[in-house]
């Protein structure tokens, strides 16, 4: 009842007609940056924090929440249309769905992308709104020990899952960590990794480290590709821009079983929707194989249906772990938690009562900006699609012009541009080397929560680690740890087998047509 009654609130507080606007903005925004290929919400708002610091924090937050939603939404357009998915998370669905598009059923691949996003991410919004509150309830008996469990579970399972090798994932997680200890240290007033120079004394601004890195590397990666042929080729979305009743039968069950194996990833800091939505993918694939005529390698509406329900159920439960818990369990969401960080508030069980109202209002948010990307998405979304014909030349020197204004606007200071074009550099080898930029992102901005958490609980206890592994809760976060690295490894072996698997049926398709 009380969840009822702090949504109602919410709904009361987001609809008004300058809230609506900027919901419809941010999904307008986030389904645009989710067609493009090489952008992504992570992008957009890192892009956008420089310029939001005089808009209420009502305001910026259901506008980011709307770019995070739309980034999944739009994410698929490319992958059905031009086999290149606008992010990892729609690899999965880009299989089936650009088979779709090449048999003249473009239109109904997209709509069934778009109602398993709605889908997906709705049945996870709701559960949220009723299951969050009594999460936070319980992070309120966390301590520093149980904090930095916490952060280093985040760290390590981050680093093991979005990359190809453990290696690159820590060295990534190292990055991230050394840029988060450049300053002053706030016990001992002692300056570290400053070489002496006054402008590092207060560290280097997270809207620095993340514009350089998720803007400025990209930049510099795709200028360093222009000159490259362009093997894309693009399918032209036909058919009928709507799904039959016996094509809603067909992929009802399917939505529903993505949504099942998106719901608990959300919580599981694991770098984002990789893993369920390929998870479901496979699932479909093993029953469509019991069927007396299987559709997989044809186009298969359940191939496209479970893995988008799966992406957009993950993005609505890690809303809810970064609400309830502080956690971020995406490059987004660490970037949603540094917007919260912007306006002076601390996701996590305290937020539930010193910013009830910011948080119900975000939630009935997410709700509105499910039901505004269906209306963009599911009729226009071959609109959205012409996007693809952009000249990448103009596209990413736009691009930096607003990431070099935003960051000089935020504070004025020259210096800050010069680190972001450092450190961009930085981000472009990383891509160069296929090194992932998530626990970059949540490394720098954990990493000052491990830290104090660790010292404090050292002192609380005369220096004795187990203190660290002395609670249930601490002993859980860490056998989960293990459980979710092994899975990873399994998993990722698991995956190679399938890609393979597509690889060589494909090549057969191919050779008997």
């Known amino acids: 009842m009380d969840s009822l009654t702090g949504l109602l609130g919410g709904f009361a507080d987001v609809l008004t007609p300058v809230n609506l606007i900027y919901v419809l903005v941010g999904a307008l925004i986030g389904t645009a940056v989710g067609v493009l290929p090489g952008l992504g919400s992570a992008m957009a708002v890192a892009l956008l924090l420089p310029i939001t610091f005089t808009i209420d924090p009502l305001a910026a937050l ?31 669905g880009s299989i089936e ?45 966390f301590g520093p020990g149980e904090y930095f469990a916490l952060a280093l579970f985040a760290f390590l399972a981050t680093s093991a899952v979005v990359s190809d090798s453990v290696l690159k994932g820590l060295a990534a997680l190292l990055i991230g ?32 480290i993340t514009v350089a890195m998720l803007a400025v590397g990209e930049v510099i990666y795709v200028a360093s590709r222009i000159g490259r042929p362009d093997d894309r080729s693009f399918t032209p979305s036909t058919g009928r821009p709507y799904l039959s009743l016996a094509e809603y039968r067909e992929a009802l069950p399917a939505w529903l079983r993505g949504t099942a194996f998106g719901v608990p990833f959300g919580v599981i800091p694991a770098g984002g929707a990789e893993v369920p939505t390929f998870l479901a993918y496979g699932v479909e694939k093993r029953l469509d194989r019991r069927r ?22 993950t993005a609505g439960t890690a809303m809810g772990a970064l609400l309830a818990l502080g956690l971020p369990t995406s490059a987004t969401a660490a970037m949603l938690l540094a917007a919260f960080q912007q306006y002076g508030m601390q996701p996590g069980p305290l937020l539930f009562t010193r910013n009830a109202d910011i948080v119900w209002a975000l939630m009935a948010s997410l709700i509105i900006g499910m039901v ?26 736009g691009i930096a012009m607003f990431a070099c204004f935003g960051v000089y606007a935020a504070s004025a200071a020259m210096v800050d541009v ?16 296929g090194i992932p930029l998530a626990p970059v992102l949540i490394a720098v901005i954990l990493g ?66």
Do not use: C
């Open 62 to 92: 259901v506008m980011f929440a709307g770019i995070y939603f739309g980034g999944l939404f739009g994410d698929a357009i490319a992958g059905i249309l031009m086999n290149t998915p606008g992010n990892s998370t729609a690899i999965a």
């Open 97 to 141: 769905g650009h088979l779709m598009a090449k048999r003249g059923r473009g239109a109904q691949a997209l709509a069934t992308s778009a109602m398993g996003a709605f889908i997906g991410g709705m049945i996870a919004t709701i559960l949220v709104v009723f299951f969050a509150p009594s999460l936070a309830d319980m992070a309120t008996k």
């Open 177 to 208: 960590l050394v840029l988060a200890m450049i300053g002053t240290d706030q016990v001992s007033g002692s300056q570290r990794f400053t070489f002496g120079n006054v402008a590092l004394f207060d560290g280097v601004s997270i809207v620095v």
């Open 292 to 313: 007396k005529f299987p559709q997989f390698g044809r186009g298969a509406i359940r191939g496209v249906a479970a893995p988008e329900a799966a992406g957009n159920a």
């Open 372 to 397: 505004v990307l269906l209306i963009l998405n599911l009729p226009f979304a071959p609109l959205w699609a012409r996007l693809l014909l952009i000249p990448r030349e103009y596209l990413y020197a």
């Open 418 to 433: 010069v680190f972001m074009i450092l450190l961009g550099v930085v981000g472009f080898v990383m891509r160069r080397y």
């Open 448 to 513: 000052p929560l491990a830290e104090s958490s660790l010292r404090e609980a050292m002192n609380n206890s005369q220096n004795n680690p187990l203190t660290l592994i002395s609670t249930p809760i601490t002993i859980t976060l860490y056998a989960l740890l293990i459980a979710v690295i092994v899975f990873s490894i399994v998993n990722k072996v698991r995956m190679r087998r399938e890609l393979s698997q597509l690889d060589s049926d494909d090549s057969e398709a191919a050779t008997t047509g």
